[in-house]
């Protein structure tokens, strides 16, 4: 079976040079790749000349348009008829494309995903990053691979579908954020097939600091809105938990100064995190940061959220006119 690897990039030459390095190594070559230069000032397209790779590699550069016409760009280009999707912040453990290709060939689907997890050459902020948003604590599982495999929803940083779901659904929505999800959904809604490789996971960066990680959750958090106005259905009690944690930890936190005992949920909760953090993590300096990840990670989302329940719901504002700044700007 072959492939062809479509791969977005916005200014990130560094990544794409780890992510090839990565890519040499497969034990399985069956594939082509396609880097998209989404209207960067700092190209790639260097690092692209200079790699000695014994597979195809096409680069294009097209002006800014976002991740999913990227996207789209690619799958246009391609050659192969089952593509398969990173960011470039991902490094691709060697077996990747075996596991994929032996699963699919066992029990073939339309569209896969598969998880990810913490390189130990990652950072300690990136490690408390990818914990806090993979860890049931956080998340619940969704992002961890807990779903039903007959309503599993891949995420582009790890995503694979056929040329058939490309041609029929035409590939991802013009959506700055949530575009994943949202093709997730509109490949359930056209009755292909979708199931998780547990086992094909990939290594995800993320973002480096708080800040952009801030940012990023904050813009999921809008887009979880976004996607509600798209697919009605798609809003579940889950995607509430993050809203509902910031408001009952700021109140909690006020009550504080009245009885000090109500900021015993609060400090309970992180305990909760530092422990299982550390246990998987094995180290103090990666736990201790994951508490100010998942902090970060349920109050940016919950803000987002809400922000976009103010403007999209209540003051009925359009998408591109209510969050113009946030994602097209």
């Not at 000695?52 to 996207?71: C, H, L, T, V």
């Not at 290709?101 to 569209?111: E, H």
């Amino acid at each position: 079976m072959k492939f062809s690897i479509i791969i977005p990039v916005y200014n990130r030459p560094d990544e794409v040079e780890e992510l090839l390095d990565t890519l040499i190594v497969q034990s399985n070559k069956n594939f082509e790749l396609i880097i998209v230069e989404d209207g960067s000032e700092l190209k790639c397209d260097k690092i692209i000349q200079q790699c000695n790779a014994d597979f195809e590699i096409s680069y294009f550069f097209k002006e800014n348009g976002g991740p999913a016409s990227a996207r789209n760009f690619g799958m246009a280009k391609a050659q192969y008829d089952y593509f398969i999707f990173f960011d470039s912040d991902c490094l691709i453990p060697a077996n990747y494309f075996d596991i994929v290709s032996n699963s699919l060939t066992q029990n073939y689907v339309d569209a896969f995903g598969g998880p990810d997890a913490a390189h130990e050459s990652f950072t300690p902020i990136q490690k408390a990053i990818s914990y806090s948003m993979t860890s049931f604590f956080t998340t619940g599982g969704i992002r961890g691979g807990n779903e039903k495999m007959e309503q599993f929803k891949p995420r582009s940083f790890n995503m694979g579908y056929s040329r058939k779901v490309y041609e029929q659904t035409q590939g991802f929505s013009n959506m700055r954020f949530g575009e994943d999800v949202d093709m997730s959904l509109k490949i359930l809604k056209n009755g292909f097939s979708t199931k998780l490789i547990k086992e094909a996971f990939v290594y995800h960066k993320r973002r480096t600091d708080f800040r952009k990680f801030y940012k990023q959750v904050y813009n999921s958090g809008i887009a979880r809105i976004n996607l509600f106005m798209r697919h009605p259905n798609s809003l579940k009690i889950v995607h509430l938990f993050p809203s509902i944690f910031m408001l009952g930890s700021i109140f909690l936190l006020i009550l504080s100064f009245v009885k000090w005992f109500f900021i015993a949920p609060i400090l309970l909760y992180i305990i909760m995190i530092f422990v299982d953090s550390l246990i998987i993590n094995k180290s103090v300096n990666v736990a201790f940061l994951s508490v100010t990840a998942s902090f970060v990670q349920l109050f940016g989302y919950g803000s987002g959220f809400l922000t976009a329940v103010w403007k999209r719901l209540i003051l009925d504002r359009k998408e591109f006119q209510a969050f113009r700044k946030n994602f097209y700007e």
